[in-house]
């Protein structure tokens, strides 16, 4: 310990024990008065740790601010999006250097004239520290803007509607609303979902412009804790869908779209695991479900039936292909797949002409869907990177199967694709089991095991990490580090099976399929335990979390960000936002064999007295998702049971939630400080300990 910092930095945080006891076990927590928000000694404490944290990056000298300087001189600082077209106008949204928001801008599409900016984030951010845009949504006749903004991080937003004519905005406003909502046919009603106490979507409302909001009807309740509820319009927008969802089932009402008073009727009521997604195409509902195929199937029903048992098979089940997702456009269907751990699309006629697949450029690629707002249309957009290829957005002509580039990131600061390579490689897990690994590096890098390593992960909700071009990871891969991103269970890259094998009962199979990733690259020559760098948020943080309980002397140093690590506290409490249903993801501890299978893993609860790698947490004070105080308690638990010294660091941004910093300056700041802190540990300057 470093006698010339304070001593109030020095130290662990007071401990105030309270016991907990469930099923026949004590557990005592001497932090658990962390959780008290709004007593001022929690306050005081989160800013001396910042304070500390601070001070510790001041050693560093300038290597944050050059790692900043770096990392803001590879984004393109005035960039604007792709066009796309929605009814009488194109749209485009635009950001200028120095600006930390996007504009937004439209013109009409018959009309020879100049584009019209109909929102400007930053103007209506002026003032806040954090700001986050939840929906921006125009009425189908093009007059009413409505628009959502969280200014605290919460996730909890306020729903606004604006005159285009005026500038306007109309009297009144709706709190506590999800980022979420859809006009109906005639754009003189919307519908938008309201949160219950503890932050679950659970009712939808029908308000109609120009009346007070505090007038809205309800139109659907959602009373189930596990279900949240959520809505969304047909491509053709001939239908309203209402959506009570879980981790493992839904359930489907549909309403017409042009009734202005219209209910909300049934049309796939729930079943245990089954789910449901549903289209409109000419008369018949398509359905994306999962019933008797894991991995989803693709059915066609008259929109005058309701029972599956006649419907058309249209996509069949696969245990090699997932269906992630499909696109209904007039005369075509694009259908998002998955298949040996890679996305790719392939497109349907509906017309009768021969499928085809849209080619992808590298061996490992991320692809997503750009804005497709038009039903009737033979053009589809999306974009492409990947690891080592800034992204581009296409408009494929899905006729003549040609594709136009709309845009093409650059990196102001220079990059040559051909300089690195990225493939994949397979590790075996304790269970045989093949774990692919995504490796980036420089061609030029020899496997001798004496590079550093950064490992990736995050391991949830079947989730998978997107294999794209992060310009931010040029900081490791400029260096001579090995990149590398652990493709554990509990993701989704090898469809539903992968996803299950990492949740409930088996969650620790993530786990020891992240240290297998690990143990498997040095190995190969890729690095050597001691210069292994890892990074998780959220259930990554969890992840992160337990890697160093279980082999603390693999990793030189970590961060972990917003990291999900007092599980059995959190998830014993159902008044904590969003508790209740994540029930299927990780399990209910007020039963007693989860209880036991939960404290087996929990970070927070099997830290030992051990030499942990340096570590970073960072906390939202708002975070909705994942309380500040986890990340609070667990560093002040590892810091009293650290034996090495490696720093154990705190963080905890009072403005903001889950997400971190929403404007972009602040966020490149944040990654600046994580690299910087990840630098130093493996490239040791005269950085006192914490």
């Not at 930053?122 to 125009?138: K, P, T, V």
């Not at 298949?339 to 509906?350: E, W």
């Not at 974009?383 to 957005?393: A, E, G, N, Q, Y």
């Not at 708002?622 to 705190?650: C, F, H, M, S, T």
């Amino acid at each position: 310990m470093n006698e010339h910092l304070p001593h109030s930095i020095r130290s662990v945080a007071p401990e105030l024990p309270v016991k907990h006891q469930h099923h026949g076990v004590t557990r005592v927590d001497p932090w658990h008065w962390l959780r008290e928000r709004e007593n001022p000694n929690v306050l005081a404490h989160l800013k001396a740790e910042n304070t500390h944290t601070e001070n510790w990056f001041a050693r560093t000298g300038n290597l944050r601010d050059e790692i900043y300087q770096d990392l803001i001189g590879r984004i393109e600082q005035s960039n604007c999006s792709a066009v796309y077209p929605k009814g009488d106008y194109f749209y485009q949204s635009r950001i200028r250097k120095g600006q930390e928001y996007r504009a937004y801008y439209r013109k009409q599409r018959l009309i020879k004239g100049d584009w019209e900016l109909y929102f400007d984030a930053n103007e209506e951010s002026r003032g806040e520290a954090y700001f986050d845009l939840g929906l921006l949504d125009i009425s189908p006749d093009g007059n009413i803007l409505a628009y959502s903004i969280d200014t605290a991080g919460e996730e909890s937003y306020i729903l606004r509607f604006r005159n285009l004519a005026t500038g306007e905005d109309l009297p009144g406003r709706i709190e506590n609303t999800c980022a979420e909502g859809e006009w109906d046919a005639s754009g003189k009603n919307f519908y938008f979902v309201m949160e219950d106490e503890t932050r679950r979507p659970d009712r939808i409302y029908r308000h109609r412009v120009g009346t007070n909001p505090g007038d809205a009807e309800l139109v659907y309740t959602e009373a189930d804790p596990l279900y949240y509820a959520s809505i969304y319009k047909s491509q053709d927008s001939q239908f309203l869908f209402a959506v009570s969802e879980s981790k493992e089932t839904s359930e489907i009402h549909f309403m017409e779209a042009h009734i202005a008073k219209g209910k909300f009727q049934i049309l796939f009521p729930r079943r245990p695991s089954i789910q449901y997604s549903v289209d409109h195409h000419e008369g018949h509902w398509l359905i994306r479900t999962n019933e008797d195929a894991p991995d989803f199937k693709l059915l066609r029903l008259p929109v005058n039936e309701t029972g599956l048992q006649t419907a058309e098979v249209m996509v069949p089940p696969s245990d090699k292909v997932r269906l992630n997702d499909l696109l209904v456009l007039k005369d075509f269907l694009l259908l998002f797949e998955q298949t040996g751990g890679l996305d790719r699309i392939r497109v349907k006629s509906l017309r009768g002409e021969p499928e085809h697949f849209i080619e992808m450029p590298d061996p490992v690629y991320d692809l997503q869907e750009s804005i497709n707002a038009e039903y009737d249309t033979n053009f589809f957009n999306f974009t492409v990177s990947s690891p080592i290829r800034p992204s581009s957005t296409f408009r494929y002509n899905l006729k003549t199967r040609q594709s136009k580039l709309l845009r093409e990131a650059k990196v102001p600061s220079g990059h040559d694709p051909e300089r690195y390579t990225t493939y994949r490689i397979n590790a075996t897990g304790e269970d045989g089991v093949r774990i692919p690994v995504t490796v980036v590096h420089l061609k030029a890098l020899g496997m001798d095991g004496s590079h550093p390593l950064y490992i990736h992960a995050y391991g949830a909700y079947g989730e998978t990490v997107e294999c794209g071009f992060r310009t931010s990871w040029l900081t490791w891969l400029e260096r001579g580090f090995v990149v590398a991103i652990a493709h554990v269970r509990g993701g989704g890259l090898l469809g539903e099976s992968w996803y299950q094998d990492g949740k409930l009962e088996k969650k620790e199979n993530s786990f020891r399929d992240f240290i297998a990733c690990a143990d498997c690259l040095i190995e190969k020559g890729y690095s050597k335990a001691g210069k292994i760098l890892i990074e998780g948020g959220s259930a990554g943080g969890l992840l992160v979390g337990a890697a160093i309980n279980m082999r603390p002397e693999l990793f030189k140093a970590a961060v972990a960000t917003v990291p999900f690590v007092d599980v059995v506290t959190t998830m014993l409490d159902p008044s904590l936002p969003l508790t209740t249903i994540e029930y299927e993801e990780w399990g209910n501890p007020q039963e007693p064999e989860v209880f036991r299978r939960l404290l087996a893993y929990s970070p927070y609860d099997n830290i030992r007295e051990t030499e942990y790698p340096a570590l970073l947490a960072t906390a939202g004070f708002n975070d909705p998702r994942v309380p500040y105080w986890e990340a609070a308690k667990w560093v002040a638990k590892l810091r009293k049971n650290q034996k090495g010294k490696n720093p154990i660091l705190l963080k905890t941004n009072l403005d903001t939630g889950h997400s971190g910093a929403s404007g972009r300056y602040e966020y490149w700041k944040e990654i600046a400080a994580e690299q910087a802190f990840l630098l130093t540990a493996i490239q040791p300057l005269d950085v006192p300990g914490s």
